[in-house]
């Protein structure tokens, strides 16, 4: 079952604060902006595979557990 975008949230600032890092430099990290990052954290925008990837692995679980779907490859189509 997938995260809530609460849960997303929490699990992932947890992880970026036991790095001793602020969510805006996990973002810069990413490539993304800050707002970027908390638009697709909470479910208001969806994110490219590779920010799908690169936020579950900062969470330490798979894209599935994240996001509820597997990782997408090639070309965001909506």
């Not at 697709?40 to 557990?65: D, F, K, M, Q, Y």
């Amino acid at each position: 079952m997938a995260m809530t975008p609460l849960e997303r949230k929490a699990a992932f600032r947890a992880a970026v604060t036991l790095r001793q890092i602020t969510m805006a430099e996990a973002a810069a990290e990413l490539g993304i902006s800050y707002n970027h990052l908390t638009l697709v954290i909470n479910g208001e925008r969806v994110g490219s595979a590779r920010l799908e990837e690169g936020i579950s692995a900062v969470v330490g679980r798979s894209v599935s557990e994240v996001f509820g779907r597997t990782p997408r490859h090639g070309p965001h189509k909506r």
